[in-house]
């Protein structure tokens, strides 16, 4: 969500709701489009979670996988490419997560919420570095399918999903935390980070790996899963089984991993071994 908030990814109680109040400060009116898109925002936060995986299934089933330019190491190349793509996005993750206590991403009741304006870590250099994670895992999917429907569909699909929810969770930010939030929104980019002083911002406050792991494992298994499932779609829909039926055998054994890390890090989490 917008970075400062506790109230992004995956869901999480809060301790506010959205009420209006006499005290809270108020912005000029925002334009018809504008606040359509806000109204959309509020409506997709509920449902972001799900718009991906749904997608995804949909694209797996109807479309068909091309090579590029056809040239297979073309193609070897684009996957390595979305990969590093995929990690960059959950790098961003690990670093939002662990260098800020208590974040809480799912609002409250599924609707934007927010206990505090948060500016440490990573915040001090983007106001969205969970929404900056998610678009880069999103690109680098599209990247390791590398079809002209991906790029025609999710790109622009995503980046106008995550566009009206990052603005109707700013005009919650600025009626509940006003000039406060305004500042932050001046030196700090929506999106983009500011890599000057990033080291010195981390290395300010305590990196919790517990809670990173406690958080994100899931999500981390999720999309291996998923890259998995793209490298059987390519092969299979390029080859077809019987001609590389050995090839996709051995893919389909690497579905063990990410099982068996979603196991290990369920267990960890029930048994409290995650307590921060």
């Keep these: ?76 190349w684009m996957v390595l490419l979305g990969f590093a793509v995929v990690l960059a996005g959950q790098g961003c993750r690990f670093l939002a997560i662990g260098s800020v206590d208590n974040i809480r991403r799912g609002g409250h009741h599924k609707r934007i919420a927010a206990e505090t304006l948060i500016r440490g870590g990573v915040f001090a250099h983007t106001r969205n570095p969970l929404y900056l994670g998610d678009l880069l895992i999103v690109c680098g999917f599209v990247l390791i399918a590398n079809c002209l429907w991906w790029y025609l569909l999710v790109l622009p699909g995503f980046l106008g999903v995550y566009w009206a929810i990052v603005l109707a969770e700013e005009d919650f930010l600025r009626q509940k935390f006003g000039q406060d939030y305004a500042g932050y929104c001046r030196t700090v980019n929506r999106f983009v980070p500011k890599f000057a002083g990033l080291r010195q911002s981390l290395a300010g406050g305590f990196f919790d790996w517990k809670r990173v792991v406690r958080k994100e494992y899931g999500i981390v298994c999720t999309w291996g899963t998923m890259t998995l499932v793209l490298l059987l779609w390519k092969q299979w829909g390029r080859v077809g089984y019987a001609a ?28 409290g071994r995650l307590k921060s």
Excluded: H
């Design 244 to 271: 590389d039926k050995a090839g996709m055998q051995e893919l389909s054994a690497l579905f063990l991993l990410p099982l068996v890390c979603y196991g290990g890090g369920l267990w960890l989490n029930k048994s």
């Design 1 to 76: 969500m917008t970075g400062r908030k506790q109230s992004e990814g995956a869901p999480n109680d809060s301790a506010f709701v959205r009420v209006p109040s006499p005290s809270t400060p108020q912005t000029a009116p925002a334009g018809r489009g504008r606040a359509f898109a806000i109204s959309c925002g509020n409506l997709l936060f509920s449902y972001r979670d799900y718009l991906f995986p749904l997608l995804f299934l949909i694209l797996l089933v109807t479309t068909t996988p091309a090579l590029p330019f056809g040239s297979e190491r073309t193609d070897r």
